[in-house]
């Protein structure tokens, strides 16, 4: 990775975010979709979250290594109005070939700065318990507050466990 770029993502990149998702749940991501995910689902997903952020609802950051997207992370800010201070990190991806570079935690470190930036004091976040991000996600200083068991399908169609994690900001 010589050429690594962050920046928030937006209609424009909707193919390699469609890619990115769809190798995302081959490669066994717990990422709410079941395998094999079809490109119109992924890409009619990625349309809702980049319309979201249009709107102001959410940030999709993504780390570009040329010209190719190898890592992408939502920061969903669209809280009731009785939490003002929270965001939430979701549908952090990371491409396998790429996995283990600290391309994630680049990521996860950006999406804070602008959860801090926009006045947020607490993250809180999900990760699957089976191949999760969990060690990504305690390394970055995120407390886990617990598990649910049989929260969700893997991307293969089992039951699996989800892992419940925050993080005070500021």
């Not at 006045?119 to 598990?147: M, Q």
Request: hydrophobic share 40%.
């Amino acid at each position: 990775m010589t050429d690594l770029r962050i920046a928030p993502l937006g209609a424009q990149d909707i193919d390699p975010l469609t890619d990115l998702l769809i190798e995302t749940v081959a490669a066994g991501g717990s990422v709410s979709f079941l395998h094999p995910l079809p490109p119109p689902e992924a890409r009619a997903f990625w349309q809702g979250s980049l319309d979201a952020a249009a709107r102001g609802g959410r940030v999709v950051y993504g780390a570009w290594d040329g010209d190719q997207l190898v890592s992408t992370v939502t920061l969903l800010l669209d809280c009731p109005p009785n939490q003002p201070h929270r965001a939430e990190i979701a549908k952090m991806m990371t491409r396998v070939a790429c996995r283990g570079r600290g391309i994630a935690t680049t990521l996860l470190r950006v999406a804070e700065a602008e959860a801090i930036r926009r006045g947020r004091t607490l993250l809180v976040l999900d990760t699957s318990v089976d191949g999760g991000a969990s060690r990504l996600y305690e390394g970055a200083g995120y407390t886990l507050v617990g598990e649910i068991p049989d929260y969700a399908l893997t991307p293969d169609g089992r039951l699996n466990g989800t892992l419940i994690y925050y993080k005070r900001l500021g």
